[in-house]
């Protein structure tokens, strides 16, 4: 392990991202993730990487997506505007099965709403925001550390599952700055190349085909439209567009377990908090107040695919306890997968929930 | 080889409608790129969404169907990511200039070392025969019942002032000029814009009577105005009527480019 570095959230990323191997960023200025670009723009140029600003976040989407079918790992970073404008490649990414990783340093909205102040606003848009049926996989942060971490296996699971990866970010981690031990590798597991002779998009056994990488010569067709195993349009045969629409679902939701990455403390409790990003900070604290094991937390830091078996952990559990940065996003999806009550707790503004606050609602529900 | 070894034949025929000038362009492009002695292995044709935007499909290279507009978001991201590969666009008037005219607009500025093919059939043909912004005043198409009301715009005016290093303008009539103007821009490092102005009789030329699909190509041959000729009307005082279009190699310049082969 190297020596300690004390750096800022958005840092973390950024420096996560090259040593998982990025070497191409797209992107567009936008608070509060513009320091995940300057880092890159500094880094990538010495390091034979590409750094380009885009003209906006649509650009900056399609940017990535053509700098990853020549081979290279690629991503953008953005927040709630710039999200938004990104949901139509995402799609298409999604379509054509390009691996890419898009950082959210989530804020306030709807609309420009609070550029510098911290949500999780975007956790049911990164998951449904493009048009149709699809699946993603989204990373939530709550330490600079797991900034770095979690930006590295983005790349990994992308590449993996060829699946646009979410780092679902928000304000709070993204600029606060604390320690930080940086490991001396991460794990690089390569894109899986298209054996030649195959065709390039009839799945492996686990659902993922190979990667016809440009300029090999596989004379690949990619495009949105619904394709056959060929890559070839084929719009209008209802069996070619459920089957790949199913495959496309399927090859991450059969993976969920593979994918999760969750700490589960205290499993026979019976009143459990469920979090993710920076309210985790907070959850913590109330834990470290209270030691005496009677409250449980369920810490996730994979939200897409959803965990529900991280869930069932809790085999005592009489409620649940979901802080967010949001209406209650995560709340309802755990509504659908236990019988006991869920108690949301919002929180809007910017503010993360006091330890109190937290507390208060314990009592309430005691 | 010649143009026809870079079609992808098992993808054949095309849905282009009978008498559409789509293929002639195609040809030319791909005649041009086959002079150039491009490897197939090393060659990419990107494309956003249209009638246009169809032809990636029926070339035998790696190729990028993209999102509406954003075809040169992506080449921008294929040739920045590997400047050894030679990277094509095919776009169309409705995806260039409506949907994508910002990135239009960048491309140029930047300067990325594309080559562009402009297939301007001033309709939106595949969606059925909507107003683009290349319609021009008075015609009509089914979102401009009584006459488009709007000006169009100058694709190869916008390419220049925004910085393309060659920008030209044929037709699908003026086939072999079309090919030699591909060709000089594929040869042009930098930024290159080729606008080819063709017939859509079926949601163009239908609805603005051109009765046959030769009416609306002689109508291109008739009021296509070689630059030259039109430099030397203007020099002389002569008035360059209102219903013409200038044809020609409209710029060629050494501007510093983006992703260029080093």
Redesign the interface.
């Known amino acids: 392990m190297k020596s300690p570095e004390f750096w800022q959230g958005n840092t973390a990323c950024a420096e996560g991202a090259l040593a998982a191997g990025c070497r191409f960023f797209g992107g567009y200025p936008i608070t509060p993730s513009t320091e995940v670009a300057e880092h890159m723009a500094v880094k990538l140029p010495k390091i034979n990487g590409v750094f380009v600003q885009m003209e906006d976040e649509i650009a900056s989407m399609a940017a990535i997506i053509g700098a990853s079918w020549t081979g290279v790992r690629a991503m953008t970073a953005t927040s709630g505007p710039g999200f938004s404008l990104m949901m139509e490649n995402i799609g298409y990414a999604a379509m054509t099965e390009t691996p890419c990783v898009i950082v959210n340093i989530q804020r306030g909205g709807p609309s420009t709403g609070q550029p510098t102040m911290a949500a999780q606003g975007d956790m049911l848009q990164c998951r449904f925001g493009s048009h149709g049926d699809y699946s993603v996989i989204a990373l939530c942060p709550a330490t600079v550390q797991e900034m770095y971490e979690l930006t590295a296996r983005a790349f990994d699971l992308a590449d993996q599952y060829r699946v646009p990866v979410f780092l679902m970010a928000d304000e709070i981690v993204g600029h606060m700055r604390e320690r930080i031990t940086v490991p001396d590798r991460v794990g690089q597991t390569p894109r899986r190349e298209l054996e030649k002779g195959v065709l390039p998009f009839r799945a492996d056994t686990n659902l993922v085909p190979g990667f016809a990488t440009f300029g090999k010569g596989y004379g690949v067709h990619v495009t949105g439209l619904t394709h056959d195993e060929r890559g070839y349009p084929c719009a209008t045969n209802p069996n070619v567009h459920a089957a790949l629409v199913r495959r496309l679902v399927d090859k991450i939701e059969n993976a969920r377990t593979a994918i999760a990455d969750y700490d589960i403390v205290n499993p026979d409790a019976e009143q459990v908090f469920v979090a993710y990003g920076a309210p985790v900070r907070t959850v913590q604290q109330v834990l470290h107040d209270r030691p005496d094991g009677t409250i449980g937390f369920l810490r996730l830091r994979t939200v897409w695919p959803f965990s529900e078996h991280a869930l069932r952990a809790f085999s005592q559990a009489k409620v649940f306890f979901v802080p967010e940065l949001n209406m209650g996003q995560i709340a309802r999806e755990i509504e659908r997968h236990v019988k006991v009550p869920v108690v949301s707790l919002p929180k809007l503004g910017g503010d993360l929930h006091t330890p109190p606050e937290l507390v208060a609602a314990l009592e309430a529900h005691r | 080889m010649t143009f026809e070894d870079w079609f992808?034949t098992d993808?054949l025929p095309h849905i282009y409608c009978a008498g559409c000038g789509n293929g002639t362009i195609i040809n030319c492009t791909l005649s041009a790129v086959d002079q150039m002695g491009w490897k197939?292995?090393?060659t990419?044709f990107?494309s956003g969404i249209g009638c246009s935007s169809r032809a990636?499909?029926y070339i035998?290279?790696?190729?990028?169907?993209?999102?509406h507009g954003?075809a040169l978001?992506?080449?921008?991201?294929?040739?920045?990511?590997?400047p050894?590969?030679n990277v094509v666009v095919f776009t169309g008037d409705g995806d260039l200039a409506a949907i994508g005219g910002?990135?239009f607009i960048?491309s140029c500025r930047r300067n990325i070392d594309l080559t562009v093919v402009c297939m301007n059939n001033q309709i939106y043909g595949m969606t059925g025969g909507q107003g683009s912004p290349t319609t021009p005043m008075g015609c009509l198409s089914t979102t401009t019942p009584y006459g488009s009301a709007e000006p169009p715009f100058d694709l190869c005016e916008l390419a220049i002032a925004a910085g393309a290093n060659y920008v030209a303008r044929w037709t699908s009539y003026h086939v072999k000029e079309l090919e030699k103007a591909v060709k000089a821009g594929l040869e042009t490092p930098g930024f290159s814009f080729i606008e080819a102005m063709t017939q859509c009789p079926t949601n163009f030329g239908r609805r603005n009577k051109f009765k046959q699909v030769a009416d609306q190509v002689e109508y291109l041959k008739t009021h296509a105005l070689l630059k030259a000729k039109r430099d030397r009307m203007i020099g002389q005082g002569e008035k360059v009527p209102d219903d013409v279009f200038v044809i020609g190699e409209l710029m060629r310049r050494n501007r510093p480019a983006m992703g260029v082969k080093v």
Request: proline share 3%; charged share 25%; net charge positive.
């Open positions: 992808r993808r197939k292995d090393d990419v990107v990636p499909g035998v290279t790696d190729s990028l169907h993209t999102t954003r978001a992506f080449a921008t991201g294929v040739k920045l990511a590997n050894v590969l910002n990135h960048h």
